[in-house]
């Protein structure tokens, strides 16, 4: 229905395409104004004639914005209702009413175990099984448009891979069996978005993890950290080097953690929000946010957003028993001169009520 | 030029409704238009600007001349360029824009469009529409297609219409 309503619109602009955008002014400037006017405000500009809206939606313009380096980071959400997984996005922080909006999900069954992260404007969603398969797909969406498509397949299928972006290139590796050459080569992988191509990055046979799922997954200054139930790998992007992960960061790491300011942050399970810095080998715990935050984060899950630690977990539902808050926190973390971590709460609050029986899977941070 | 005879050169730069005004080489070669005048050695007597009238040629001296007194420290800059196009209306923010861009003026060029955008920000769209004399080339229809789309954007966003 949707995609019928934009070809008629789209279709109906094409030839009018000759008017400036705004009369008086050479289009190449103006593109400059509308390219200045926060995201979040894009519908708006859609609406005032056919011209802005096919400009707004221009790559032109994302280019404009990513030079001006004013494009900005948006939270997003992947909630999992028994095998079903649903995307939500935090779409206008002036908007009193509904912050969060819910989004297309994968056209097709979206696959469990996959490893999800975020390049520029791009969610991947990375391998995964289905119906217990493990799956070599990859699929993209493009917060942009709106849209799901399916990306350059890995060389292997895996389940429970780890996954990261480092210098615009897409690092995975594990959750895959090594049982035959191809997987043993492909173990590791990297994607470079612009020729789209998958490479094999060379790894040992010692590497004793090999043959298992990987659960979480960071990079802290240039160091691809992938863990496993116990124990984890460590691979150095700039030298191509493996090695084992500290024995604390190991010990300590539950969760998701997210990486701000090369500190590694996650949630103990005890109501503790701590960070481990790598020079050191030392888990701190965060001060100065125990007053904002409740004594319990239920199934928390944590983002770097826009350098800032963004929170976020399942609340009590107001007293209602059929339905779980989605609660958010935004905390600038720093670090003191006695070397410590310290936190103020930014914001707090309910963004989104689901039914009971929702949990919340991951959340992301996206530019554009 | 200025600095082998040691004093400095003043421009004279006439408006297209020919008013004329004198401004140091120093500040108005901010200007890449009239830097490249100035280098061709075609300054010498007035230099026609046919693309600025003289309200806003009076708003860029005066910018060019404050900010050009200004030692290179982009924190304070910026500070002055914040100020000086803090109490411009929207029609004069709409000329400046034009003659930064007559006059190629990177920094005034970005500083304006970054502001007009600014405004545009708590508008709303008929605003929008009449301030750039924009026609509304959609159908009721297809207005309420766009609408449509991006329903949750349209819900509880106040804007304020009167300044």
């Known amino acids: 229905m949707a995609d019928q309503t934009r070809a008629t619109i789209s279709a109906a602009s094409a030839p009018s395409c000759a008017a400036p955008l705004i009369p008086n002014l050479p289009d190449d400037i103006s593109l400059q104004i509308l390219a200045r006017v926060p995201r979040f405000r894009h519908p708006f500009l859609s609406l005032v004639s056919k011209s802005w809206r096919s400009t707004v939606n221009s790559p032109e313009l994302f280019r404009t914005r990513s030079l001006l380096r004013i494009s900005h980071f948006s939270l997003y959400l992947n909630l999992r209702h028994d095998s079903s997984f649903y995307w939500y996005a935090e779409q206008n922080p002036q908007n009193s009413k509904s912050t969060v909006v819910s989004l297309p999900s994968i056209p097709h069954h979206h696959p469990v175990g996959s490893s999800i992260l975020t390049l520029g404007p791009k969610i991947y969603v990375i391998g995964g099984s289905i119906n217990d398969i493990p799956s070599s797909n990859v699929w993209i969406y493009d917060c942009r448009f709106q849209k799901w498509g399916i990306g350059p397949k890995m060389k292997v299928a895996r389940e429970f891979p780890a996954a990261a972006e480092w210098n615009g290139k897409i690092y995975v590796l594990g959750g895959c069996n090594v049982d035959n050459w191809t997987r043993s080569i492909n173990w590791a992988e990297v994607f470079d978005p612009k020729t789209g191509v998958w490479a094999p990055i060379p790894s040992a046979d010692s590497i004793e993890l090999r043959h298992k799922w990987m659960h979480a997954s960071a990079i802290i200054k240039g160091r691809f950290y992938a863990m496993a139930d116990r124990g984890g790998v460590v691979y150095n992007l700039d030298s191509g080097e493996w090695g084992n992960v500290p024995k604390r960061l190991d010990m300590g790491w539950r969760g998701r953690a997210a990486v701000v300011e090369d500190v590694l942050y996650c949630y103990d399970y005890l109501g503790k929000i701590r960070g481990y810095d790598v020079e050191e080998d030392k888990w701190r715990d965060l001060r100065g946010v125990e007053k904002g935050l409740p004594k319990f984060l239920c199934s928390s899950t944590m983002v770097n957003l826009s350098g800032r630690l963004c929170v976020v977990w399942e609340g009590k539902g107001n007293g209602n028993r059929k339905e779980v808050d989605v609660m958010c926190a935004e905390i600038e973390v720093k670090k003191d001169s006695d070397g410590g971590l310290s936190g103020s709460i930014l914001r707090v609050g309910v963004i989104l009520v689901v039914p009971k029986g929702v949990s919340i899977s991951q959340c992301l941070a996206v530019e554009f | ?163």
């Open chain 2, 1 to 163: 030029m200025a600095a082998e005879t040691g004093t400095p050169t003043t421009l004279t730069l006439k408006s297209n409704d020919d008013e004329l005004f004198s401004v140091a080489e120093s500040a108005a070669i901010l200007s890449v238009t009239i830097r490249n005048m100035v280098e061709d050695g075609c300054a010498g007597g007035v230099i026609p600007l046919d693309n600025v009238d003289g309200k806003t040629l009076a708003s860029v001296i005066t910018y060019m001349n404050g900010i050009s007194a200004i030692p290179a420290d982009e924190e304070k800059k910026k500070s002055y360029r914040d100020k000086f196009l803090s109490d411009k209306d929207f029609e004069t923010l709409a000329d400046m824009v034009l003659a930064a861009n007559y006059l190629n003026m990177s920094c005034l060029m970005d500083a304006v469009s970054a502001k007009i955008a600014q405004v545009m920000e708590k508008k709303s769209v008929g605003w929008v529409r009449r301030k750039f004399g924009i026609e509304n080339d959609y159908t009721p229809e297809e207005e309420a297609a766009v609408k449509e789309e991006h329903k949750w954007t349209f819900e509880g966003v106040e804007t304020d219409d009167d300044n």
